[in-house]
Structures are given as structure tokens and as C-alpha cells.
């Protein structure tokens, strides 16, 4: 059976920065990503798109995630700009510091037979039509298309004594293209549903439109936690530290064994959880995770929420940050780590006053 890649080795399309520059960044010739193995078979191809500010040294300084159709794929492509030499922009023959958004793209080299049922090409595709019995303010002739989508985290203590279950939640895409409401219908435990809820809330789409103008829609999402499921099952890796993790000589090092604080290299900022917005909260909270030898993070584990809602959106996010590996007398190890999030209520536009 054919390994599933990408397919080399043409670069990523690359647009210029702006006008001024006499040559944008680019990547190497050879530059490739590895198609994520946990998608293997699942038929999810597509484009990234990515925006890096770029060093006079061709070093990657700032990096985001602009459109993804699956987190492992966002992942991949995260792992592998972290780590790569570009050519950096020139200007009156002189490299300079620029910025430049990036389309990768990914590609089965397996017969399209294999991977088009079932829509695996966009895995969150939205139904064509809405449903009647919505309000007017519901309906939509064209669906939201998903442009950038991220997993649930696992409940860490529920995965430790091996409970699955699902959840299902009711969500709506507003006009903007964010998730504005979710409601959490049932779940078949709390953390279930407050992880799935928090997923929705960190989605973004190319919003619904009627009568060729932006509209919000409602659905419904089911979401599996199993070891079965393509986008919760936990890797190998995440199960070797779940049970290391419960072990009082796991060798995972705490902060003041590591020889420095690891340096954050790829971050995204938890959105505030949308059914609190009407509260005007401020609250901190303290997530526990496991960083491996690479600087990935695993296993967030919410220790510190007086609302859970805000623990569940920072350990969303954070399960997408990348570290400079920790390290021990100069060698890479695993780290159980905890690190706080502060959220403050969102500024709320006020439409200007009649004349």
C-alpha cells in the first residue's frame, strides 16, 4: 500500500509581502510536509494557509494559522515551518525583515475513489440546506464552509480510566464566521460536553449566506470520545504519558529540574467562552500539560477554574501550542508543566448614534 504525503516537491504557492521588496520569502525547493499519519485513510486533503513574518536571516519569527481543514494537518505544517531555513526578503539587494502568507498544499496520491465518500475531503462539511422549521434569521441557500477547525481536548481524568462517550451540542456560525452560541444538548458526562463546546467556539468559517448576503446558521455537532474516533482517539505517544503520568516515578521533570523555562515557539489565544460573555467575567486559570522531548504539548489538564468554561477554552488552545523542548543538563526531556491563562471580557462595538 502507497505511503499518504504530500506530493514533492513543488513549493507552496507564496504571495508577496507587499510593495518595496525586490524578492517575498521563500521556502526551500525541497520543502515537503509529511501528511499526518493519524488521517491516514481518511481522505482530508486541502490547502494551509499560513502567515510568517520572516527574519533578515530567513528565520521564522511569528507564525499563524490562517485556514486548516483538520488540526493534525495544522499541526504538521506548524512542526515543520518551525524548524526551516526560508530565503529571506531583499530589498535594493539587501536581505530584510518582511512578512508572507504561505499555501500549502495537501495531496492524496491514492486513487480519489478511496477518500471522496462520506466528504472526508472537508471532514466538518455543513448540510446544504437549512432546516424550514428555523426562523427566517436561520436560513441560509449557501452553508458555512469551515476554514479553520481544531479537536477536543480528552478529559484528562476520564482518558486515564479509559471512559468514552460523546456529547452533543447545538452551535450557531454568525455572520462573521465565528461560533456565537453553543448550547450543550446532552452529554454523557459534562466534560464531554464542555470540551466539545469549546472546540465549536474556537472554529472559524467562511459564513452561511442568503439572498447573497452573510447570515448566521444554527446545527447540531455529535462528538465521539473513543479510542475508535479519528479526531479523539489518543496517539501513542498520549497514552505511554497518560500512564506515566500516573505513576509516582514517572520520570517527568517538573519546572525547577529543567535548566531553563522552556520559550514559547507557536501560541493561539483561547477565545472567551462564548456563554459567558453576558457576565463581563475576569477570571485566571492554571492548566497542567506534559511537554515531550519535542516541545509538544500533551494531555491538558485544567487545575485551577472557577468556571470550567474557561478552563476548556485555554486547554483547547494550548493543546496547539508549540515549546523549545525542555531540557535537562542540555538533553531533551518530558516535562509535566502548568501554566496560567487570564481572560477579560471582550470589548463590545456599540453602534454609533443616530445623527
Not at 499555501?103 to 462520506?118: E, G, H, V
Not at 462539511?125 to 437549512?130: D, E, N, V
Not at 535548566?259 to 477565545?271: L, M
Amino acid at each position: 500500500m502507497p505511503v499518504e504525503r504530500t506530493q514533492p516537491p513543488a513549493p507552496p504557492a507564496q504571495i508577496a509581502p507587499q510593495k518595496g521588496y525586490d524578492t517575498a520569502p521563500r521556502l526551500p525547493k525541497l520543502f515537503t510536509v509529511e501528511y499526518p499519519e493519524r488521517l491516514h485513510g481518511s481522505g482530508i486533503v486541502g490547502n494551509v494557509l499560513v502567515r510568517v513574518r520572516v527574519s533578515s536571516t530567513g528565520k521564522i519569527k511569528d507564525l499563524a494559522v490562517l485556514l486548516s481543514h483538520h488540526a493534525a494537518i495544522e499541526a504538521a505544517v506548524v512542526d515543520k515551518l518551525l524548524d526551516v531555513q526560508m530565503e529571506p526578503a531583499t530589498r535594493a539587494g539587501q536581505p530584510v525583515e518582511a512578512t508572507v502568507v504561505l499555501t500549502i498544499q495537501f495531496k492524496y496520491i491514492q486513487p480519489p475513489s478511496r477518500f471522496y465518500a462520506n466528504d472526508g475531503v472537508r471532514p466538518y462539511a455543513m448540510p446544504k440546506s437549512s432546516d424550514d422549521r428555523l426562523p427566517a434569521m436561520l436560513q441560509y441557500d449557501i452553508p458555512p464552509k469551515s476554514v479553520l477547525a481544531t479537536l477536543p481536548v480528552y478529559p484528562h481524568d476520564l482518558a486515564q480510566h479509559g471512559i468514552e462517550g460523546s456529547a452533543q451540542v447545538a452551535f450557531i456560525v454568525g455572520k462573521t464566521g465565528r461560533v456565537t452560541e453553543t448550547h450543550v444538548i446532552e452529554a454523557s458526562h459534562p466534560e464531554f460536553g464542555l470540551a466539545t463546546a469549546a472546540m465549536l467556539e474556537s472554529w472559524a468559517f467562511k459564513p452561511a449566506r442568503r439572498n447573497d448576503q452573510p447570515t448566521a446558521a444554527y446545527f447540531v455537532k455529535t462528538q465521539m470520545f473513543s479510542g475508535s474516533d479519528r479526531d479523539t482517539a489518543l496517539s501513542d505517544i498520549d497514552q505511554n504519558l497518560l500512564k506515566r503520568a500516573g505513576q509516582p516515578d514517572a520520570n517527568l521533570f517538573a519546572l525547577r529540574d529543567l535548566d531553563q523555562v522552556p520559550a514559547v515557539r507557536y501560541r493561539v489565544a483561547p477565545p472567551y467562552p462564548r456563554t459567558l460573555v453576558q457576565q463581563s467575567l475576569q477570571e485566571a486559570v492554571t492548566i497542567e500539560f506534559i511537554l515531550d522531548t519535542e516541545g509538544r504539548v500533551h494531555l491538558p489538564r485544567i487545575i485551577d477554574a472557577a468556571h470550567p468554561e474557561f478552563g476548556w477554552s485555554a486547554a483547547t488552545a494550548l493543546a496547539r501550542w508549540r515549546f523549545e523542548p525542555p531540557l535537562r543538563q542540555g538533553k531533551p526531556v518530558a516535562a509535566r508543566l502548568r501554566i496560567p491563562f487570564e481572560f477579560s471580557p471582550p470589548k463590545i462595538t456599540q453602534p454609533a448614534a443616530a445623527p
